[in-house]
């Protein structure tokens, strides 16, 4: 048993995960031979950020396939409305399925997160990992005596958070009407509103640089760079509104599978554009007099 429309989506996320591929080999590249550590602090938050959509991508592409095949037709058989959920030992497939899941949402909040880094650093100048994530300052006012750093308590604070989104989702085996079937991730409300506020937040600031450059005048090359990289993780939010919407459209399956389809490559296409944006925002075309964006 199978979901028919996941086989033909393999294709587009093949081809996204390929985009994505590329442009975390072409940053790569632009730095090759020095450190990781010592390179601007924009590249490693896009790189960081592809690299985890492309571990996110790999196992979602294999998730959806094979989360049905091991629950037998007979269980479907007239069965409406009847879900299999969870780390059911009973369907070994189903099992696994959610054992994936839980190694692919890490590297999702990690794009959100480094994303939002850097959105802020573009935008207010300010590394939100050295300043925030990993500073030696106190958590709390000195006169209060409690020797906590920040990189001692905010690291264990989002591990803990990962943690919770991990747990909060699951992949699902819905079975509609006369055997049809369709995986789906149940989202909880948590994940869902965390995952749209980091992106949303990252969106507003990139908008709002934009709508800075086009009032200053300013080298072309640093201005088109800039463009690109607000492109880059414009395009990814629209994209995660768009499949929410299609998600909630769709929910109950009764279009047609080429419709479906339809919709669902589109939103693949618009995910791939922020790779395709980034691409082109690191690709220099000419050296910059002024100080380097990714600075």
């Not at 996941?6 to 072409?26: D, G, M, R, S």
């Not at 690291?155 to 006369?178: G, K, N, S, T, W």
């Not at 934009?210 to 939010?237: D, H, N, P, Q």
Request: aromatic letters at 16%; a positive charge; one cysteine or more.
């Amino acid at each position: 048993m199978i979901e028919l429309h996941q086989i033909y989506l393999l294709i587009a996320k093949i081809v996204e995960l390929a985009l994505y591929f590329y442009a975390v080999f072409a940053l790569n590249k632009k730095y090759h031979g020095v450190k990781f550590s010592d390179r601007p602090a924009l590249h490693r938050f896009f790189i960081t950020g592809l690299s985890g959509w492309i571990i996110y991508l790999f196992f979602d592409s294999i998730i959806y396939v094979i989360a049905p095949l091991s629950i037998p037709e007979s269980a479907t058989i007239n069965a409406v409305n009847v879900v299999f959920s969870g780390y059911d030992s009973a369907y070994p497939s189903l099992l696994w399925a959610n054992i994936l899941r839980d190694l692919a949402i890490p590297g999702a909040l990690f794009m959100a997160w480094t994303y939002c880094g850097a959105s802020v650093l573009i935008n207010r100048g300010t590394n939100i990992n050295e300043d925030f994530l990993f500073s030696d300052d106190l958590v709390f006012p000195k006169h209060w005596k409690i020797p906590i750093k920040k990189k001692q308590l905010y690291p264990v604070l989002a591990f803990l958070f990962i943690l919770l989104m991990v747990y909060l989702d699951r992949i699902e085996v819905h079975v509609i009407a006369d055997g049809k079937i369709h995986v789906t991730s149940a989202w909880g409300i948590i994940n869902s509103l965390s995952l749209i506020l980091f992106f949303t937040f990252a969106t507003i600031l990139m908008v709002q640089q934009m709508r800075f450059l086009r009032t200053r005048s300013m080298e072309l090359e640093y201005k088109r760079r800039a463009l690109f990289l607000g492109w880059g993780i414009i395009s990814f939010t629209i994209g995660l509104y768009y499949w929410a919407l299609t998600g909630i459209i769709f929910q109950n399956m009764t279009a047609s599978e080429t419709l479906i389809l339809v919709f669902l490559y589109l939103g693949h296409v618009i995910w791939s554009s922020s790779a395709i944006f980034i691409f082109f925002a690191f690709h220099q075309k000419g050296k910059s007099k002024e100080n380097n964006i990714e600075s």
